[in-house]
């Protein structure tokens, strides 16, 4: 149950786009459709932006999206705003019935 | 509109036991898969456990696996954590979360109640 990989940090202007990567195994990520992505603001709950790899739930903005091959994940966020500096972090469902996570990515707007 | 929230937290010695409790509104609670999360404080989420909808499918992460055990009461609408032998790396903010059923992500979130294990 190792975790999945994420940089540690991200940085970009406003009105850029970022791709933040997640990379696992053939056991996780790569072995399902099953990648969700979530935003954390500091003292608050996490909250999903994507499910099911690249899937948004209504309510979510456009701006992000998900992608995935092979192993590794993406979210890709496009026309970056302040409110967007948050932690974010990626999870799959996993063989054996478990769930892991990355260890997160803090995205800096600059 | 979907709430949960969870109670129980606080400051308990190695060894020790606690059970946190999560209550849920605005949903149909006995249809839904419920985990629990947990967050280091300054740290990343780790996931903990899941309780099917039934009860019947129970998992846990190796790392609590014969401490805690995950339950549900659809009759109160409360899922529960009952922690055995608690570790200081067990200190953590335990948040209860929902699935919805087949769908293998989080869609809501409780708050989190924190738990610290120290002497």
């Known amino acids: 149950q190792s975790a999945l990989t994420q940089p540690a940090s991200v940085s970009g202007s406003p009105g850029q786009s970022i791709i933040l990567s997640c990379t696992g195994t053939?056991?996780?990520?790569?072995?399902?459709?099953?990648v969700s992505w979530y935003q954390q603001n500091p003292g608050k709950a996490p909250k999903v932006l994507i499910y099911?790899?690249?899937k948004r739930p209504s309510g979510v903005s456009n701006r992000y999206s998900g992608s995935k091959s092979g192993n590794t994940a993406s979210l890709t966020i496009s026309g970056l705003q302040a409110d967007d500096e948050a932690d974010y972090y990626c999870?799959?469902?996993?063989?054996?019935?478990?769930?892991?996570f990355g260890g997160g990515t803090k995205l800096t707007v600059l | 509109q979907v709430n949960l929230v969870e109670s129980g937290g606080g400051v308990v010695q190695p060894g020790r036991s606690l059970r946190l409790s999560c209550a849920a509104s605005g949903f149909s609670f006995s249809y839904s898969v419920m985990h629990w999360v947990r967050q280091v404080p300054g740290k990343g989420l780790e996931w903990v456990a899941v309780?099917?909808?039934?009860?019947?499918?129970?998992y846990y992460t190796d790392y609590v696996k014969g401490r805690f055990t995950i339950s549900r009461d659809s009759s109160q609408n409360t899922l529960y954590l009952q922690m055995n032998s608690l570790r200081p790396e067990d200190t953590a903010i335990y948040y209860c979360?929902?699935?919805?059923?087949?769908?293998?992500?989080?869609?809501?979130w409780g708050q989190g109640t924190l738990v610290t294990v120290s002497s």
């Open positions: 979360a929902r699935e919805t059923p087949g769908t293998y992500y989080f869609d809501y």
């Open positions: 099911g790899d690249t």
């Open positions: 053939s056991s996780d990520v790569g072995g399902y459709n099953l």
């Open positions: 309780i099917a909808h039934d009860g019947n499918g129970i």
């Open positions: 999870c799959s469902y996993a063989r054996g019935t478990t769930w892991v």
